[in-house]
């Protein structure tokens, strides 16, 4: 059995590089909610080659969109829940 806080680790290093995609997909075209959303959807790494596909935005601008802000706040709230559930289950196994 994996030990919980392994998984725990995975869980915030997954979304950590998600939003590090996210963040160079904000200075391009796709825009940070796409990249993001794409990276959580199906890995960083295929996140990432689909950003970097897109072509950059003139004179460094960034394209946050009010996506980006929705799903970073739905994806932490999504966390917090689950982190307090293995939290509580380990709790309640020991």
Do not use: N
Request: charged share 10%; with cysteine; glycine share 10%.
């Amino acid at each position: 059995m994996i030990p919980s806080a392994l998984i725990i680790f995975g869980i915030i290093s997954f979304s950590l590089v998600s939003v590090m995609v996210g963040l160079l997909g904000a200075r391009r075209k796709i825009g940070f909610g796409w990249s993001f959303l794409i990276s959580a959807i199906t890995t960083p790494l295929i996140g990432l080659i689909v950003t970097l596909l897109f072509d950059k935005l003139p004179d460094g601008e960034r394209k946050w969109g009010c996506l980006g802000i929705l799903l970073a706040i739905i994806v932490i709230a999504v966390l917090t829940i689950f982190l307090l559930g293995l939290i509580s289950t380990a709790v309640a196994a020991s």
